[in-house]
């Protein structure tokens, strides 16, 4: 989030080394700022990006420094070094980074509705079929997206509904879990989510809001009933635990 091209210059070969498409966006400014507004999108960014990794199915990969705010002053190719392009900074630590992480991997640990065993029973619904599915992908306005929507300009804000009540068994008896809706909301202008009502009725308590100086306690606890709508600044992500659901 800090670089938008490879700055390999110390390593000898006139920058042509390593990876030409750094896969990466400077939120406006390349290399370090003081711009508060700059600084604010990128440390949303940072969170949106751990986040969807560690809440994702699967084996979570992490490079190690992320979760501390190493950047390697934009080399992306450092494995000729022994300096302080790939040190670990332990003086400047992100505080507020590391433990955004750390409290990420202790969700994950505590609710397999993140790891699961076994595939999803996906499907979108069709005609009269009002089965809630393992996981469910929700339009900002709380319904349910079709195969069309996926390729609209609209995708770039979505939700994810994913179901704890059916996760497999283990030893004969099944495993249950909470369930969770995730809203993502990629743009840059806020946009309005509304919990599912109609399809999925209860009340939900929110877990994380990257936007908060402090994510997972700025709303903490926070109650929001049926048809709530829930606003997301941009390039910004909202967790949600259905109350009740185990």
Not at 15 to 24: C, F, H, I, P, V
Not at 88 to 94: L, Q
Not at 220 to 233: K, R
């Amino acid at each position: 989030m800090t670089y938008n091209r490879k700055h390999n210059h110390a390593n000898g070969d006139h920058n042509r080394d390593g990876e030409t498409w750094n896969r990466s966006w400077n939120c406006g400014i390349e290399g370090p700022t003081d711009d508060p507004a700059v600084t604010a999108l990128r440390t949303r960014q940072r969170r949106n990006l751990m986040a969807t990794l560690l809440l994702s199915q699967g084996m979570p990969m992490i490079l190690g420094g992320d979760e501390l705010g190493r950047t390697q002053h934009g080399n992306n190719n450092a494995y000729c070094h022994d300096s302080e392009l790939s040190w670990f900074d332990w003086e400047h630590v992100d505080e507020e980074m590391l433990d955004f992480t750390r409290r990420l991997v202790a969700l994950r640990r505590e609710h397999r509705v993140f790891r699961r065993r076994e595939w999803f029973h996906v499907g979108v619904p069709e005609g009269e079929d009002d089965e809630v599915r393992d996981i469910e992908w929700c339009r900002p306005d709380g319904s349910r997206m079709a195969d069309e929507d996926w390729h609209t300009d609209g995708a770039a804000a979505i939700a994810v509904y994913l179901s704890g009540e059916h996760l497999g068994d283990r030893h004969g008896r099944p495993v249950i879990d909470d369930s969770f809706y995730l809203a993502l909301n990629a743009t840059a202008e806020p946009m309005e989510f509304r919990l599912p009502d109609d399809w999925l009725p209860g009340a939900w308590s929110c877990v994380f809001d990257t936007t908060a100086q402090r994510p997972f306690e700025a709303r903490a606890g926070e109650i929001c009933g049926p048809a709530h709508e829930l606003t997301l600044v941009g390039h910004s992500m909202i967790l949600a635990r259905r109350v009740g659901t185990r």
